[in-house]
């Protein structure tokens, strides 16, 4: 089934509101349910049991329903196929359960009993040809042509990796071990920091993300911490500077519901900036198609005009500090007609839109490009952030609010000894920041620090650096120069590929763990993922891997983690949410449970615990440190006689990005044709730049960029902005799935980061280039 634009909208809003009035939401269901069929040892029919749970293939927090089937094939060797029984682990069922559909579950507060087509089709992630059955060893050395490998056993590996660990400890080098995770969110990304910082390695580095400068931005303008949240259900007008809201972005499946519930309501609106028509901007109810990297002009421009009218909300502004400043420089840079000139809008458009975000409330500025895995400049994000201060939106409903903390059980103190406090006291292999020092993590200076030798070790627990950092390919030939690397995932991927050991890892429907809080809700919230299916032999939970690893190390490492398995530690965590008393699981207060364990057996029959948001007036600090919001071009944004055109990197919904997840093959037969086409990968061009450089549609080219090249075919689309090529990220794989292998090119080969001098992270959604026909 192909499934065009209009299809996906069709599915994606009308199944999360629950309207059903197209079959397409069905038939979707039903083609992941015979993709899934294909690894079965034989279509299990008879009568169906359902499992709660929770998706955590996206920051989105879904909560899920499996159907499992009772499966009388006689077949044992797919243990996989098999209901775990949760409540009494030894106690499987007479026959065999198999689980054959993923579906959103209603009883959820994030989706409601919405799904995406991800999260729907997740169940190919268990079975792929590409999933790792057995801890590997690598048997000839690494960056000579094809890895080989051969099967040991888990004692075997984790000898292994006791003994490099202890070699280098013991040898007072601890910090040169570093860590890479996708994101630090979350349970066992915590007790993988907490392993290393007993270890004596200050070096936990996460994958780039939009949060990143968001985090600087924030302790910066409002002195706080945490994660920022948009309450887009209760905003009455959303102008979005990018963030693909539909695609994506934050809670996807949560934001379509929200999107659902707007259609046909004349008193919500939303705005899409950005240069390119997406389906974000396609279903808006006005796109302003802006020049790539000028939004912080346009966010100043219309906040000239909410200043200059006074249209601004007088009360938070009160709580400011730092106005009379940021007018003076309003007034003197950031008239509309001169805005008009840097961003291509109209200086009405700007006026007028800035006008209906001042008086319509409450109104929300989002910040974010994309999915948000792509870090960006400070002064942008202050731009934008500072109109939801002058329309009174920080903290307030229907604004912009922090989300809360979940209140689990402190961690107890760390126990350092000599060897882990002399490792700690080293700076970090990427570095402090630039002007200003942070603790945010600098991944894009990782190929420079391995390729310095630095790292006597890497560990990379379910992360792609190989294939999605900037400038990926060099990457990974520095990870070639390292001595020692280890691999937890449950996929081959191109990281593991690099790898010297490989831990396979229990995928999510295979391991209890907590799912903290969905990206951008601005609600607190905590789910469980839970082993409704038994382990593929072998995989473990990462959590339990630490835990031994502690264990096998001994002294203050072993103290610091003193958890049996990753299940006490997380019932203990969750002892702190019932001793809190706050917030509600299911329909149910916290504060009326008679015990933590009424909790713990809420959550494991699949229930979410919750908090409302706290909302209340907030303010900001304009010029923090004296850095007054600002456009502040990145140098490819100037023109180029080589490069005369600018390259994007865009999201597609269908296209996993999430760097531990690869798009799953039923995602892959529903790539649009303007998108793949056989192997070959299409940039969106607009006619007319097609135009300049000869080129038709379907036209082979390459995309040449500053820092390297790419094959690619032509497709042309007027919703492309002039000189502006559109290139899709996630396809061009090369991690083993006979579904992804080979299917476009990778586009964060090319993309190189340029560096915020303020922040010192890394601006990469863009670069020069050219077309060239072949
Ligand atoms: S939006 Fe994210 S969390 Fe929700 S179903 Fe899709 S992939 Fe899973």
């Excluded at 984790?158 to 601890?174: C, F, P």
């Excluded at 409002?222 to 948009?230: E, P, R």
């Excluded at 096998?552 to 702190?576: C, I, R, Y």
Aim: hydrophobic share 40%.
């Amino acid at each position: 089934m192909k499934l065009d634009r209009r299809g996906f909208l069709k599915f994606a809003v009308g199944g999360v509101v629950g309207t059903l009035a197209t079959p397409i939401p069905w038939d979707m269901l039903d083609e992941s349910a015979k993709f899934t069929d294909l690894w079965a040892p034989e279509p299990a029919k008879g009568p169906s049991s359902f499992v709660h749970s929770t998706c955590r293939l996206c920051p989105g927090g879904c909560g899920i329903t499996l159907r499992l089937v009772e499966d009388k094939s006689g077949r044992d060797e797919w243990r996989g196929w098999h209901h775990k029984e949760f409540i009494d682990r030894r106690k499987l069922p007479a026959v065999p359960l198999r689980a054959v559909k993923i579906a959103g579950n209603p009883d959820h507060p994030v989706n409601r009993g919405g799904i995406c087509p991800l999260g729907a089709a997740g169940l190919q992630l268990l079975y792929g040809t590409n999933r790792i059955t057995a801890p590997l060893k690598r048997t000839n050395p690494r960056g000579e042509g094809e890895a080989a490998w051969e099967k040991i056993t888990w004692d075997e590996a984790l000898n292994i990796v006791t003994g490099k660990l202890r070699e280098i400890r013991e040898a007072g080098n601890s910090h040169t071990v570093a860590c890479i995770l996708d994101n630090k969110k979350g349970l066992t990304a915590e007790l993988i920091d907490r392993f290393f910082r007993a270890y004596g390695s200050p070096n936990v580095i996460t994958m780039p993300s939009q949060e990143d400068v968001e985090t600087v931005g924030l302790s910066l303008m409002q002195g706080t911490g945490g994660h920022l949240a948009y309450d887009l259900e209760n905003s009455k007008y959303v102008l979005s500077f990018g963030a693909a809201l539909l695609e994506g972005w934050g809670a996807p499946v949560h934001n379509m519901m929200v999107f659902g519930k707007w259609q046909g309501a004349s008193e919500h609106a939303l705005v899409q900036i950005e240069p390119n028509c997406s389906i974000t901007a396609s279903k808006a109810d006005k796109w302003l198609a802006v020049k790539p990297g000028t939004e912080a002009a346009l966010a100043l421009g219309m906040a000239n005009v909410i200043v200059t009218e006074g249209l601004y909300d007088r009360s938070c502004i009160a709580r400011c500090q730092g106005f009379e400043g940021f007018k003076a420089l309003l007034e003197s840079e950031y008239d509309p007609r001169k805005v008009s000139e840097i961003t291509g809008i109209p200086a009405n458009v700007i006026a007028n839109t800035a006008r209906a975000f001042a008086v319509t409330k409450p109104a929300v500025a989002v910040y974010g490009r994309g999915q948000g895995v792509m870090s960006g400049n400070l002064a942008e994000f202050m731009s934008i952030y500072s109109l939801n201060a002058l329309v009174g939106s920080i903290g307030a409903k229907g604004g912009v609010v922090v989300q809360r903390e979940v209140p689990f059980s402190s961690w107890p103190a760390l126990a350092t000894d000599a060897v882990a406090q002399q490792g700690l006291a080293q700076p970090r292999i990427d570095g402090e920041g630039g002007e200003i020092k942070h603790g945010v993590c600098m991944s894009h200076n990782l190929t420079a620090a391995l390729k310095s030798g630095a790292v006597n070790a890497l560990v990379v627990h379910e992360a792609n650096p190989c294939y999605a950092l900037p400038r990926a390919n060099k990457f990974e030939e520095a990870a070639a120069k390292v001595p020692f690397v280890l691999a937890l995932t449950s996929c081959m991927n191109e990281t593991a590929r690099s790898a010297d050991i490989i831990l396979p890892v229990a995928s999510y429907l295979e391991r209890l763990e907590d799912v903290t809080s969905a990206a951008r809700v601005p609600y607190a919230s905590m789910s469980l993922t839970r082993p409704v299916l038994a382990n593929v032999p072998e995989a473990r939970h990462p959590g339990d891997v630490f835990l031994t690893l502690a264990r096998a190390m001994g002294g203050s490492v072993s103290s610091s983690l003193p958890w049996d398995n990753f299940e006490a530690l997380l019932k203990e965590k969750v002892g702190g949410i019932f001793a809190s008393r706050r917030g509600r699981i299911g329909d149910q207060e916290v504060a009326m449970l008679g015990s933590p364990d009424e909790l713990w057996e809420g959550l494991n029959a699949g229930k979410c615990w919750y908090e409302e948001p706290i909302f209340g007036g907030g303010g900001l600090t304009f010029s923090p440190q004296g850095r007054t919001p600002r456009l502040e071009p990145v140098s490819w944004m100037k023109a180029s006689r080589e490069f005369p055109m600018l390259l994007v990197a865009y999201e597609n919904i269908n296209i996993a990005n999430r760097r531990a997840v690869d798009t799953l093959p039923y995602l892959t037969k529903n790539i649009d044709n303007t998108v793949l086409q056989k192997q070959d990968l299409l940039v969106r061009v607009n006619p007319e730049t097609a135009g300049r450089v000869r080129l038709v549609e379907g036209d082979a080219a390459t995309v040449q960029c500053p820092a390297g090249r790419l094959s690619v075919r032509v497709h042309m689309d007027v919703g492309m902005m002039p000189g502006v090529i559109g290139i899709p990220l996630g396809l061009g794989h090369s991690n083993d799935d006979p579904f992804l292998t080979g299917k476009g090119v990778n586009a964060y080969e090319i993309l190189e980061p340029e560096l915020d001098p303020v922040t010192g992270l890394a601006v990469w959604w863009g670069t020069r280039a050219k077309l060239i026909k072949v």
